[in-house]
């Protein structure tokens, strides 16, 4: 058994290029910055400029309101703001406000058509709102434009992953980190990607190799024990796993794959509290409903277990080895031939978990 390692999206939204600043510089540079742009008399122009760097303040302070406030006010005096139109867009995605944002965005991106920041949030919101050959769209054009930005890669690299394109995936998570060959969200999503195409001697050395450049990085730890948990070593698992665990002790990824580990060694009473309280804080990740009908399976309530199997299923078709528990439950109330469909889409996905005993049942 296998459970599902959690892809890092790290990704940094482009705010007018003083996004950057603003999160590295000192609050007092900020505020410097904005008094000379005061200094400078009071135009349109330098309005609109005080406006912007009031409204990336803001947002820098995690005011959306304050800061959606001074984008419009800035917009009022040019509604075709690219910069002001860009950072509004911002401040919805951050909001979780995606319709919103993509329409800011779009609106960017007619004012001033080159606009490269934009380009690149666009296909943040259109990851987000699982419009992946759209994003990849807009990372091409990002690419094109600046082939040296690791971020655009990276970002290429998660669409792929999601477009479940393994092979996509790791070209580009190799190209951004041959750029940024010392980021270890970009070495922990490449090993991760190494891991699903099983080749875990490779995962495992980049993993420890990015956990000397950053021992403090939580994810590392999670895919060090779902390797663990692969070569059958659980009290490493545990262990890596824990780890994990103190690190971010609310991540609800990491709560289910320990769950996991306990379904693993049988340890039922336990898997169930973690999966539970995983589910509570995340009710959209399916691994979790997949791990809570593998616990309904062992304790042979197999109505429960494929009710559970099924809801994962309708999250996520690629789940780990889904098809062949769901099999496997099938098989177990008597559906021999809903359980060799299932077998066979197992096999299809590479899961090497059917018996050659019960590939004979459905011939």
Not at 22 to 31: A, F, G, N, W
Request: charged share 25%.
């Amino acid at each position: 058994m296998q459970n599902g390692l959690r892809i890092v999206r790290s990704y940094l939204l482009i705010v007018n290029g003083m996004f950057d600043r603003l999160k590295m510089t000192s609050r007092y540079v900020v505020i410097f910055l904005v008094l000379i742009v005061f200094a400078c008399g009071d135009s349109e122009e330098v309005r609109m400029q005080r406006f912007l760097l009031k409204g990336n303040l803001a947002v820098a302070e995690n005011n959306h309101d304050q800061a959606v406030y001074y984008f419009t006010e800035a917009l009022k005096l040019d509604p075709c703001f690219a910069d002001a139109v860009n950072n509004l867009g911002t401040v919805y995605f951050k909001s979780k406000r995606l319709d919103l944002a993509l329409e800011q965005y779009n609106k960017a991106i007619e004012c001033k058509p080159d606009f490269i920041n934009a380009y690149f949030n666009r296909a943040n919101v259109f990851y987000e709102m699982k419009q992946y050959f759209s994003a990849l769209k807009d990372l091409d054009y990002v690419i094109k434009v600046k082939p040296d930005t690791a971020l655009a890669y990276f970002t290429e690299g998660l669409v792929y992953t999601k477009l479940h394109d393994l092979p996509a995936a790791l070209k580009s998570f190799d190209k951004a980190s041959q750029i940024d060959e010392n980021n270890v969200a970009y070495m922990v999503n490449h090993a991760t990607i190494k891991f699903y195409l099983k080749d875990l001697g490779a995962a495992k050395e980049e993993l420890l190799r990015a956990e000397k450049i950053d021992d403090k990085e939580a994810n590392i730890y999670n895919a060090l024990a779902l390797i663990a948990i692969e070569e059958k070593d659980y009290a490493l698992a545990t262990q890596y796993m824990n780890k994990a665990l103190q690190l971010s002790p609310r991540q609800p990824y990491f709560i289910n794959n320990l769950g996991f580990i306990y379904l693993a060694q049988n340890d039922l009473m336990r898997a169930e509290e973690k999966i539970n309280e995983s589910i509570s804080m995340d009710p959209e990740n399916g691994w979790a409903y997949r791990n809570k009908g593998i616990y309904y399976f062992l304790k042979n309530d197999f109505a429960s277990a494929e009710r559970m199997f099924k809801q994962a299923l309708e999250m996520d078709s690629f789940i780990d080895k889904i098809h062949f528990y769901l099999g496997m439950t099938y098989q177990k109330t008597g559906r021999q031939d809903l359980a060799c469909a299932e077998f066979l889409l197992s096999e299809e996905h590479g899961d090497k978990m059917v018996s050659v005993q019960d590939l004979k049942k459905c011939k």
